[in-house]
């Protein structure tokens, strides 16, 4: 229960007093403030995953038949809507839409939930001289739960993009999956899901913070305008997306290729993955990186400027920051 305020002695004073705390905003805490970056993240995961679905396509065809798909990003397009028109180009987008709403509320909530414990635990001056251990630890277990969330999605989204006739979209690729290969079947890529997802969650969140902590040295957040704020996340989400896709590269390419297609009667995962590992060498495992570069440029900048503008639209904004 909120203790009285003193009075002053006034009446005028102590009203106005009264009308300031009444009109100030309620800091959110708890649930309120997670879900809120839960919602935040949701949202800007599947609006630009979504939004490059055509990219990813493309990336992936590249990725599974690369003696086909051997003249770029640009001559891939053109490629694929020759063949099979320009429809082809979504091939998977309601996997990634849902994939990626799941994947965003755990990755991003998860990373601002994860952050505060060890906060909690070791104290805001602790926290703020290990801040980038901490940006990794946090990033790497929110990362966990979310590949939990969208590894069936995923290994839906490749089988549809990699067999064009499959099936009609999410529900019949998703369903088709289950009855034929079973539960386990959307668990094969979890290891390379794994392999590919934490590393690449750990780059993305630690250069983007490292990136912002420089940036806002010289240039004080609060001295900035909204809209400088949104600028700022989408350069550092832009070299973040550089980062985190060159780390991360070979297990993308191996998820593909584990999810092309069921493995043989007998064949378990570790043996596939090692098997594909053995084929792609360290030059295939690269293959299509020029279109994941700008694919995972472009999203994770698009990803930050959309997350901090929804968190202040959405009142959350009581995120730890230990920048020093």
């Known amino acids: 229960m909120a203790s009285t305020p003193q009075s002053t002695g006034s009446v005028k004073v102590d009203a106005a007093i009264q009308n300031v705390a009444a009109a100030a905003p309620t800091k959110l805490t708890g649930v309120q403030l997670y879900s809120r970056f839960a919602l935040a993240g949701a949202l800007c995961c599947s609006i630009t995953h979504g939004a490059l679905t055509p990219v990813d396509v493309v990336k992936t065809r590249i990725q ?49 939930f994860f952050k505060q414990q060890f906060i909690n635990q070791l104290g805001y001056e602790n926290a703020s001289n290990y801040r980038t251990p901490i940006y990794l630890a946090s990033s790497a277990a929110a990362e966990f739960f979310a590949d939990i969330a969208l590894c069936p999605l995923e290994a839906t989204r490749i089988r549809l993009v990699a067999e064009p006739t499959y099936a009609s979209g999410l529900i019949g690729g998703f369903g088709k999956i289950f009855r034929q290969e ?92 090692i098997k594909i590992a053995k084929e792609l060498g360290f030059r295939g495992s690269y293959t299509g990186i020029g279109t994941r570069l700008f694919m995972v440029g472009t999203l994770t900048a698009f990803q930050f400027a959309i997350y901090g503008d929804l968190k202040k639209a959405l009142g959350a904004t009581g995120g730890v920051e230990i920048a020093a």
Not at 75 to 84: L, N, R, Y
Not at 213 to 218: A, K, M, N, P, V
């Open 182 to 273: 079973g539960i386990g079947a959307f668990y094969a890529g979890f290891g390379p899901i794994l392999f590919k997802q934490i590393p690449y969650t750990m780059s993305k969140f630690v250069v983007y913070e490292k990136v912002s902590e420089t940036i806002f040295r010289s240039f004080p957040k609060k001295d900035m305008s909204d809209s400088m704020q949104t600028v700022t996340n989408l350069g550092s989400g832009l070299i973040a997306g550089f980062a985190a896709a060159l780390v991360s590269q070979p297990a993308d390419t191996m998820l593909s290729k584990i999810n092309k297609t069921k493995g043989a009667p007998g064949e378990g995962t570790t043996s596939r993955l």
């Open 64 to 112: 599974l038949d690369p003696a086909k798909y051997n003249t770029g990003m640009i001559g891939s397009f053109k490629k694929v809507v020759q063949a099979e028109g320009a429809g082809a180009l979504l091939t998977g987008a309601g996997p990634t839409f849902a994939g990626y709403f799941l994947q965003g509320a755990f990755k991003f909530g998860g990373y601002e």
